[in-house]
Nanobody, 122 residues
Framework: QVQLVESGGGSVQPGGSLRLSCAVYGFILDYYAIGWFRQAPGKEREFVASIKWTDGGIFFASYADSAKGRFTISRDNAKSTVYLQMNSLKPEDTAVYYC????????????WGQGTQVTVSS
């Protein structure tokens, strides 16, 4: 059974950091791209970052403009977990963060986690 489980959300002051985790079950991580998305109250869900692996074992990461320079996506093979390290957090980063999986040859994200709340406030 395919499952994605996020954790690591919480409340932090502006300028602080959080590391979100996305543990994946039921599929081989190498064959899927993993993305992080977020949805703030009253707003549409938006892309934050994604990571995928090429045949040569090199990973390719992409970021939304709002995340570049502040967020880093990475993977722990042994734990089948993808992380989103978020630094220099701003109030506008407040949202529910979701991880999702897409088959590398697919066109859309088919599997989603339940989400984890991130609140940035003084």
């Amino acid at each position: 059974q395919v499952q994605l489980v996020e954790s690591g959300g919480g409340s932090v002051q502006p300028g602080g950091s959080l590391r979100l985790s996305c543990a994946v079950y039921g599929f081989i991580l190498d064959y899927y791209a993993i993305g992080w998305f977020r949805q703030a109250p009253g707003k549409e869900r938006e892309f934050v970052a994604s990571i995928k692996w090429t045949d040569g074992g090199i990973f390719f990461a992409s970021y939304a403009d709002s995340a570049k320079g502040r967020f880093t996506i990475s993977r722990d093979n042994a734990k089948s977990t993808v992380y989103l390290q978020m630094n220099s957090l701003k109030p506008e980063d407040t949202a529910v963060y979701y991880c999702a999986a897409k088959y590398v040859l697919g066109s859309q994200y088919d599997y989603w986690g339940q989400g984890t709340q991130v609140t940035v406030s003084s």
